[in-house]
């Protein structure tokens, strides 16, 4: 796919490595000053957490940095059209799930994600799909009692309960 956006492919693999990295240590910092925020010692295991999360950031930048591999300079999307088209169809499904419910987006996604991103066999990914939904069902609605979002299949699920 030569029209592919270029600014995407321009990103190395080095570079996506070294941003992410960075993204962790800022989380991690956040997460450390919204935990402290928490009164007594109920913030300390959040506190704790995001000091392993920096650290582990750290660890992700110096590894880098040292390190030389070979595809270091490699873009870091091969195909940047299919994965964009995978995050819309993520975003999608994000919007989907708050006015059509769970069941109809999520089969959308199970069965549009790998087809965006180059996988063919549909009938493994609809066979898949289907089933992962009723073993969700199964589980939650069925034998957990619990609620899953409203949804325009609520009928339906009503006869299992």
């Not at 321009?10 to 996506?16: F, L, N, T, Y």
Request: hydrophobic content about 55%.
């Amino acid at each position: 796919m030569e029209g592919d956006t270029v600014a995407l492919k321009s990103i190395s693999r080095r570079h996506a490595e070294l941003g992410f990295a960075a993204a962790v240590v800022a989380a991690a910092g956040f997460f450390f000053q919204q935990a402290a925020e928490h009164p007594g010692l109920s913030g300390s295991y959040p506190q704790t957490l995001s000091i392993l999360l920096g650290i582990f950031g750290l660890l992700m930048i110096g590894r880098t940095l040292m390190g030389r591999r070979a595809d270091d300079n490699e873009p870091i999307f091969e195909r940047p059209g299919r994965v964009s088209l995978g995050a819309l169809v993520v975003v999608f499904y994000i919007a989907a799930v708050s006015y059509v419910g769970y069941l109809i987006p999520s089969f959308i996604l199970g069965v549009a994600l790998p087809y965006a991103l180059g996988y063919r066999d549909l009938q493994v990914a609809v066979l898949t799909t289907l089933a992962t939904l009723v073993f969700i069902v199964l589980v939650f609605v069925v034998a957990l009692q619990r609620p899953i979002p409203p949804d325009l299949l609520d009928s339906f699920l009503a006869v299992l309960r």
